[in-house]
């Protein structure tokens, strides 16, 4: 990973090198951040020069892609909004019921649909829905979470003494000294591929209980290209959030 500053502002990128790339290219997008891809013959002072002339435009869409993730997590929890479940965003869909009905929620494979009294003014949606929300996703990341877990033991000597999800607050992931695993049960609104990247992580903990050269190189052996999932999720984690 890459920075530079631009202005007061210091900013990450990812800089690919190619020998097919005959000039500079800028790409800023929800997937992947901001990647710049290089001329194999460019010096890095080079890249720097060119980025630090394109400043305006840097700054301008790293703003509307930040935008974006703000919009993205400002829910009002209304037909219509999307919402992410493993990497992709399904419509919500809020049907009114009979003031008897216990308000709820189901998810099909093309859309979430709540179940609330006719009553209900839209306002009070999210009081509503949003606990909703949390019961299916802790629901879903606690049985995906032990799916993958478990695919992934095969790698270990050490096994976990627990796998559990939890709402934790800063993390992604815990292993305590004991190889307790927990997870953070909004991950499961991540696509696999950050979901596995998580699990292995913890489970190089069972081995390895701090972040040194070998827990990473300890990762790099089952997640050849972890260090793009984990850019992704450091970029992007603000989107897998209600």
Not at 34 to 60: D, H, Q, Y
Not at 157 to 181: D, F, H, R, Y
Not at 189 to 216: G, N, P, Q
Request: net charge positive.
């Amino acid at each position: 990973m890459e920075q530079i500053k631009i202005g007061n502002t210091l900013v990450d990128y990812r800089l690919i090198y190619s020998s097919r790339q005959k000039t500079i290219e800028l790409v800023i997008d929800l997937e992947s951040g901001f990647t710049v891809k290089a001329p194999g013959s460019m010096s890095k002072e080079e890249v720097a020069l060119n980025l630090r002339r394109k400043a305006s435009w840097i700054i301008i869409n790293l703003d509307k892609m930040n935008e974006v993730i703000r919009n993205e997590t400002r829910k009002e929890f209304v037909s219509g909004e999307k919402f992410l479940y493993k990497g992709k965003r399904y419509r919500l869909k809020v049907v009114q019921e009979n003031e008897e009905i216990v308000p709820s929620l189901t998810f099909t494979h093309s859309k979430f649909i709540a179940h609330v009294p006719a009553s209900v003014p839209e306002s009070d949606y999210p009081r509503i829905i949003q606990p909703l929300f949390i019961n299916f996703y802790q629901e879903k990341a606690e049985k995906v979470l032990n799916q993958r877990a478990r695919m992934y033991l095969k790698y270990f000597e050490e096994k976990p003494s627990l796998i559990k999800v939890q709402p934790l607050k800063n993390k992604w992931g815990n292993c305590s000294k004991t190889n307790q695993l927990r997870f953070n049960w909004r991950v499961v609104m991540a696509k696999m591929s950050i979901i596995d990247y998580v699990v292995v992580h913890e489970l190089c903990h069972t081995k390895y209980k701090d972040h040194s050269k070998a827990f990473w190189n300890e990762v790099q052996k089952i997640l050849p290209d972890y260090e793009k999932r984990k850019e992704w999720l450091r970029v992007q984690g603000d989107l897998l959030k209600i």
